[in-house]
């Protein structure tokens, strides 16, 4: 069977990868924002209705989490309403939705990584707008799979190891958080693995529906803190950049070489973020046979693509 499958949030750091990735499993139509906004759920389920596509992989999302405190409607359409309407849709003519959801539904107080049925408790609009889209999901009948994933980075788009990237050429030294812990993950080994999901799912349906519905957890193996992470790219990057290249950005030497950790306090943001944001993949593992590398392996290998 040949397959129709809409990716939205094209120009994101997952949907961008998963044109790539899931290009060898059907016709993929990738979507803009500028071509679907999912902020008009309407406009949004009459182009799902007219495409007909056999699976949605909705990886647009409203992820600015400081500036969702103040934007908390538009939000709850992108987050919530929008892939809601798009769930019922499938549930119509049996399509699989695949939908992303985040760490930002818990609370962080936990000792220990979440499995998926652990109380929810998100402390940030963000996190409440995208709990209920995986509700609005669930609640709608269609045949879905919700990857719940973290700290999610790549070498090109808006994000931490940029970010710290960019700083280290201006600053001498870096503050960042020391106590929020977590797994960063690369939007590149996000978006192989759902296409090894989606390849799963698509066999199992020549055979008898869909297979595996449900929710996930799908990070990088291992844990660190932000100012972990920060310090474990400076050193990469100083080791990865001793190679010849003109690679721009990522080619140049770094003023900053050490992180100075700080504590949330010290470091306030209009959004409260979890202690503990670990999830455990054991259910990936158990249902798909997937598992994704450490987080430092995945880092080498994201930054040895951009270096080299
Ligand atoms: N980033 C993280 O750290 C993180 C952590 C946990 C879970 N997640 C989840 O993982 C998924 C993928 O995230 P990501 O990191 O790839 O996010 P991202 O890089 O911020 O990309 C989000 C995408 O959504 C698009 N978008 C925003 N508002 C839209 C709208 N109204 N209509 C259509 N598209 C819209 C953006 O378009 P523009 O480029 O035009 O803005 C962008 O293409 C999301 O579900 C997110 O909630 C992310």
Not at 207 to 236: D, K, R, V, Y
Not at 259 to 287: C, F, G, H, M
Request: glycine letters at 8%.
């Amino acid at each position: 069977m040949s397959l129709l499958i809409l990716v939205t949030g094209a120009t994101g750091q997952v949907g961008w990868q998963l044109q790539r990735t899931l290009a060898p499993l059907g016709d993929v139509v990738a979507r803009t924002r500028s071509q679907l906004d999912l902020s008009n759920p309407e406009a949004t389920a009459k182009y799902v209705r007219e495409l007909a596509p056999n699976i949605v992989v909705n990886a647009a999302a409203y992820t600015a989490v400081d500036k969702a405190e103040s934007e908390h409607h538009l939000a709850q359409e992108v987050n919530a309403v929008t892939p809601g309407r798009i769930a019922e849709e499938l549930a119509r003519t049996g399509g699989l939705l695949v939908h992303y959801s985040t760490d930002f539904v818990f609370d962080g107080s936990k000792v220990g990584p979440y499995v998926e049925d652990d109380p929810t408790g998100p402390l940030n609009v963000y996190g409440e707008t995208k709990l209920l889209g995986e509700q609005d999901i669930a609640a709608s009948g269609c045949p879905y799979i919700i990857l719940r994933t973290s700290w999610v980075y790549d070498t090109r788009g808006k994000n931490f190891l940029r970010t710290v990237l960019r700083l280290a050429h201006e600053r001498e030294e870096l503050r960042i958080v020391n106590d929020q812990h977590g797994a960063p993950t690369w939007a590149r080994a996000i978006a192989e693995a759902t296409a090894q999901i989606v390849a799963r799912s698509s066999e199992h349906h020549e055979q008898s529906g869909w297979g595996h519905n449900g929710l996930f957890h799908l990070t990088a193996g291992g844990t660190t803190t932000w100012a972990g992470f920060a310090q474990q790219i400076l050193s990469e990057y100083e080791a990865l950049a001793a190679w010849p290249a003109d690679t721009g950005e990522f080619g140049s030497p770094l003023m900053a070489e050490r992180v100075i950790p700080i504590t949330s306090d010290q470091y306030k943001t209009p959004a409260r973020r979890p202690a503990n944001s670990v999830l455990s993949n054991e259910k990936l593992l158990s249902v798909f046979g997937l598992k994704l590398p450490d987080w430092k392996v995945l880092l080498r290998l994201a930054l040895e693509d951009a270096i080299r």
